[in-house]
């Protein structure tokens, strides 16, 4: 089978889509022929190795596991003897390691049976970037109905979903965004929008219950002056730093958190399977509708991650898998 390959960090020019081994499945585990995958910053951070703090996880010098991707769609083609909730022929989305290939082994518990109404194209688009969306809002920021929610970075992966569950759940949704993105961002049901080359909405003297930074390009201090006086600051994303400067902003965000009553922190979502059928279910009824900005067969997945690492993406890069190679 073909699959993206990379045995060295680097720019994209380190990807190589090779012919390799067809995996077989543990007893835990399904096969799936892949349909659709989907491009993460998470992809790139792993291929470049930095932050450093990466390489801990990933291989100091060259990578322990030599596939990307995560986000993935498909078909069941043969599952595990121990496996309970799956059998060959589901239409499955979900996370795996080394989703940019014809065939992967995941988990059945990282797995969901496919929205009936999603496209795989739409279904391979959510899990990373939905459930990053779904756990800020509900977890760490606690959302409720009527609370004026902001999303600052409304128009990539993140920030496209945060802005649709959020308003699921009842909230009044300002979406921050670029004077591009702004039609896009009342399409998906932002109440207001502010276009951040315009206007600066930490100086704005309006005050959110919840601020969701699906970039953070702004200061703790910025964040924490436009937030209202029990109000919740949740980072999911930004600028990469160094290892002191991580550390750093993380005592900080602990210091400030402990001398008033609004609240901030950053954290890196990990999903389960109730998650994602949270998700299905959103998406089944509606609620949200993935935002796909372009399509890359799997063959390009490197100029896929070379524009999504541009950061000009709108909503999400999807990866399609020819249906009919069974390589």
Not at 158 to 176: P, R
Not at 293 to 315: I, K
């Amino acid at each position: 089978m073909k699959a993206i390959v990379y045995t060295q960090y680097g720019s994209p020019d380190v990807l190589q889509f090779t012919e390799v081994e067809k995996p077989t499945p543990t007893d835990e585990e399904v096969l799936i022929k892949i349909h659709a995958a989907s491009v993460n910053p998470l992809d790139w951070h792993f291929m470049r190795g930095t932050p450093y703090l990466v390489r801990i996880i990933a291989g100091l010098r060259k990578p322990k596991v030599t596939r990307l991707g995560v986000d993935v769609a498909g078909r069941v083609e043969a599952v595990g003897r121990k496996v309970t909730q799956f059998k060959p022929g589901d239409e499955v989305f979900g996370t795996c390691r080394g989703a940019f290939a014809e065939h992967v082994c995941a988990s059945e518990n990282k797995l969901a049976l496919k929205p009936d109404n999603s496209s795989f194209e739409d279904a391979a688009a959510v899990p990373v970037a939905a459930i990053t969306a779904l756990l800020g809002l509900r977890d760490k920021g606690r959302i409720q109905p009527g609370h004026k929610v902001l999303v600052d970075g409304a128009s990539g992966g993140v920030g496209t979903f945060a802005v649709q569950i959020a308003k699921s759940f009842g909230a009044e949704v300002t979406a921050v965004c670029s004077t591009r993105n702004m039609d896009t961002a009342r399409s998906i049901g932002a109440d207001h929008v502010i276009d951040y080359t315009q206007e600066d909405f930490t100086r704005s003297g309006l005050r959110y219950d919840l601020i969701l930074g699906a970039n953070a390009y702004h200061s703790i201090f910025d964040y924490r002056r436009a937030l209202s006086g029990n109000g919740i600051f949740v980072g999911a994303g930004g600028r990469v730093q160094s290892l002191p400067g991580m550390l750093l902003s993380m005592l900080l965000i602990s210091f400030l958190s402990l001398i008033g009553s609004k609240k901030l922190c950053f954290f890196l979502a990990k999903g389960n399977k109730k998650d994602l059928v949270s998700l299905k279910d959103l998406l089944e009824a509606g609620k949200v509708v993935p935002v796909i900005d372009r399509r890359y067969p799997l063959s390009d997945v490197a100029e896929a991650v070379r524009y999504l690492e541009a950061g000009h993406a709108q909503g999400k890069v999807v990866i399609t898998v020819e249906r009919n190679h069974d390589v």
